[in-house]
């Protein structure tokens, strides 16, 4: 079975930082390209950042120089470490596992930015 939990979301005031993590079992973790997507209230879920399997990443534009993603191929983890929030960044983040047609989600994590 596969399971994809996430955690690390919460309240955080503006320019303050947090750090959501991953949890994977059930997949070659290895071999799986890794995401974070985000959705806010009324909007379309938003690809935030990707880790292939080999390690090349990519971000969103709006978190260039604010966000991290890195992955722990021993403890099946993936992690986005998320600096200088904005309000804007307020949305459910989710994990994303993918390869080939395989795509797995998790159930996802509440983050808001407000003072």
């Known amino acids: 079975q596969v399971q994809l939990v996430e955690s690390g979301g919460g309240l955080v005031q503006p320019g303050g930082s947090l750090r959501l993590s991953c949890a994977t079992s059930?997949?070659?973790?290895?071999?799986?390209?890794m995401a974070w997507y985000r959705q806010a209230p009324g909007k379309q879920r938003e690809l935030v950042a990707a880790i292939q399997s080999g390690g090349n990443t990519n971000y969103l534009n709006s978190v260039k120089g604010r966000f991290t993603i890195s992955r722990d191929n021993a403890q099946s983890t993936v992690n986005l470490q998320m600096n200088s929030l904005k309000p804007e960044d307020t949305a459910v983040y989710y994990c994303n596992a993918h390869i080939i047609k395989l795509e797995y989600w998790g159930q996802g994590t509440q983050v808001t930015v407000s003072s």
């Open positions: 059930g997949i070659i973790f290895r071999i799986y390209d």
